[in-house]
């Protein structure tokens, strides 16, 4: 049982809510049926959840967002036995640290300069201080590391399939394995070993931007970026 202001917060962790107001009890129900009615949210002086205000601009703009949709009602997905929790990719988490506050444009640009640096680097002194990187940025957010690290569990086995995939098919190099068509190089096992490194990089790096920038402002932040494209005809 939680008291929470924070729609987005209940709209993640709840799978039952009652709104009252006033001291009577407006709306009673899963989230995707309370914030629905998004009037009667705000009659009660609260806001919708962020994914919902998405939601909403997106149908305000033309597209067909069904009502409902967007609202963090998970329980489907957790009676399929996959919970939500366990994927961090895309989540927001609110809060007030320096990179919350940080303008959306500029830590787009940081994750794009960052996606850079990880498909130009090609030693582990670049890797580590990236990863160092990484956890400072984490700090500076007040995000638990262990938390972004268990945002890995869905994609483990994509990683592992790219580093077998690069293991066996790389040339090159001193062979430090080889019994029947299976070959293994030292070329290989450092290509493989950097790709698993990139990887793992680009989704921690991408959950920094995605837990400390609400949808809204993300969306906003990459309208901007955009804006000047419309000049020459995008």
Same mark, same amino acid.
């Given at each position: ?7 987005? @917060? ?26 629905? @009615? ?65 303008d959306p ?38 995000? @638990? ?26 040339t090159g ?46 969306? @906003?932040?990459?309208e901007s ?10």
């Amino acid at each position: 049982i939680m008291v929470s202001h924070s729609m987005t @917060d209940v709209s993640r962790l709840c799978s039952r809510i009652l709104v009252l107001s006033h001291g009577s009890l407006v709306a009673d129900g899963t989230p995707r049926e309370v914030f629905s @009615d998004t009037e009667a949210i705000r009659e009660a002086g609260l806001e919708l959840p962020e994914c919902a205000r998405l939601a909403e601009r997106l149908r305000e703009e033309g597209f067909p967002v069904p009502p409902g949709a967007f609202t963090g009602d998970s329980s489907g997905v957790r009676e399929g036995g996959l919970s939500m929790v366990n994927i961090t990719l895309g989540q927001y988490f609110p809060g007030t640290s320096p990179l919350h506050r940080l303008d959306p444009r500029a830590k787009i640009l940081l994750t794009i300069a960052l996606i850079t640096a990880v498909f130009l680097a090609s030693s582990i002194p670049a890797y580590a201080l990236m990863f160092l990187f990484i956890g400072a940025m984490a700090a500076l957010s007040r995000i @638990d590391v262990k938390f972004m690290v268990k945002g890995l569990k869905p994609v483990f086995f994509v990683i592992l399939f790219t580093f077998v995939l690069n293991l066996f098919f790389t040339t090159g190099g001193s062979t430090l394995l080889s019994w029947k068509f299976i070959k293994i190089t030292d070329q290989g096992l450092k290509s493989a070993g950097f790709m698993a490194l990139r990887l793992v990089l680009l989704i921690l790096g991408t959950q920094l931007l995605t837990l400390t920038t609400s949808p809204i402002a993300l969306t @906003d932040g990459i309208e901007s970026l955009l804006k000047p494209l419309s000049k020459i005809g995008f």
